[in-house]
């Protein structure tokens, strides 16, 4: 059970990682395209 919980997190963490990074790539870009 805490296995489970742990590879979870960890997944979730990782999601969560490329959402960030995702999103400044995002904003970066339309920074860029702004100027």
Known sequence: MIY???TLVKKSFIG???YI???IAKLHEATENHT
């Open 4 to 6: 489970k919980l742990n």
């Open 16 to 18: 969560f990682q490329v």
């Open 21 to 23: 990074t995702l999103t």
